[in-house]
């Protein structure tokens, strides 16, 4: 049989396995924004022409310029 024994005296709890759940500043709120906003409209897009959805190529570029050349720019001029 084994027994597991207790340090004398017992350690203080480990801090690294507590949760911390930190809120999202001002920085992180705006970039989500700009996500949901690009999301709502590749979706008003998708609505109005449907082949729009449907291809790989056509979405990856569209990612490729609203996710990545639209802030580059903003963050250029502003």
């Known amino acids: ?8 005296p017992p350690r203080p709890a480990n801090v690294r396995l507590r949760l911390k759940f930190d809120r999202p500043n001002r920085s992180d709120l705006i970039v989500f924004g700009g996500y949901c906003a ?12 449907t082949d729009f959805l449907y ?4 979405g990856l570029g569209y990612l490729l310029i609203v996710a990545w050349l639209v802030p580059r720019l903003v963050r250029r001029f502003v």
Do not use: E, Q, R
Not at 1 to 8: E, G, Q, S
Not at 38 to 49: R, V
Not at 55 to 58: H, K, L, Q, R, Y
């Open 1 to 8: 049989m084994c027994v597991v024994w207790t340090p004398d």
């Open 38 to 49: 690009a999301a709502a409209l590749y979706i008003g897009i998708g609505a109005a022409y």
């Open 55 to 58: 291809s790989f190529w056509v």
